[in-house]
């Protein structure tokens, strides 16, 4: 089993930037690939970001290519999401989860989420 925590959701201007992470404990985090989705409300699940349990391949949703990026730190069992020029259509609760794909049912474990809101 793999337990998930997500953090650094907050509230900014459209422009801004936030980090957000997500501390895995359970199973050998540092074998998992990781990937993160997001949630607005009334809409689905959608693939944000992947990245492989080495930090050495990633993929990101076209729709936040060139301005969020996912990475890992298997010292610490966290992964994270950098999201920068942010955008009030990126308001959503984000979720972590270990998986790899684009689709919400190719993933096991999920966090409970942190809600990011981008003011225009």
């Not at 793999?2 to 050998?28: D, M």
């Not at 699940?45 to 990475?71: C, H, L, M, P, Q």
Request: net charge neutral; with cysteine; proline share 2%.
């Amino acid at each position: 089993q793999v337990h998930l925590a997500e953090s650094g959701g907050g509230l900014v201007q459209a422009g801004g930037s936030l980090r957000l992470s997500c501390a895995a404990s359970g199973r050998t985090f540092s074998t998992l690939p990781m990937g993160w989705f997001r949630q607005a409300p009334g809409k689905e699940r959608e693939f944000v970001a992947a990245v492989n349990w080495s930090d050495d391949v990633t993929y990101n949703a076209d729709s936040v290519k060139g301005r969020f990026t996912i990475s890992r730190d298997n010292a610490k069992n966290t992964v994270y999401l950098q999201m920068n020029s942010l955008q009030p259509d990126d308001t959503a609760v984000y979720y972590c989860a270990d998986g790899w794909g684009r689709h919400y049912y190719e993933y096991n474990y999920w966090g409970q989420g942190t809600q990011v809101t981008v003011s225009s």
